[in-house]
């Protein structure tokens, strides 16, 4: 079992950055594909960003690409996700999820852990 906790989230103004944190307690971190999915209010969790589990190879939703890059540090169990050029629509609660596979895809539905998510803000 893989315990998922997310930091690193907060108020910022538009065109500002943010670096989210997930740090996973139990044993082979680099054995987990890992992904950052976002849920704003009354809307459904979206893809944000997803890294494979050894390779550490990336994909990006659309609306994301060219601002955020998503990382992973496998000795220190802990995947990042650097938030630049912020706009207002990125305002949502960002959550980390992990599966113990290669690479598990965008659906949100195929994540078997997840963290309990931190808030982004972003002003306008």
């Known amino acids: 079992q893989v315990l998922l906790v997310e930091s690193g989230g907060g108020l910022v103004q538009a065109g500002g950055s943010l670096r989210l944190s997930c740090a996973a307690s139990g044993r082979a971190f680099s054995s987990y594909a890992m992904g950052w999915f976002r849920q704003a209010p009354g809307k459904e969790r979206e893809f944000v960003s997803a890294i494979t589990s050894s390779d550490g190879i990336t994909y990006y939703a659309d609306s994301v690409k060219g601002r955020f890059t998503i990382s992973r540090d496998n000795a220190k169990n802990t995947m990042y996700l650097q938030m630049n050029s912020l706009k207002p629509e990125d305002t949502a609660v960002y959550y980390c999820?992990?599966?113990?596979?290669?690479?598990?895809?965008?659906?949100?539905?195929?994540?078997?852990?997840w963290g309990q998510g931190t808030q982004v803000t972003v002003s306008s």
């Open positions: 999820a992990a599966d113990r596979s290669y690479y598990r895809g965008t659906q949100y539905q195929d994540y078997t852990y």
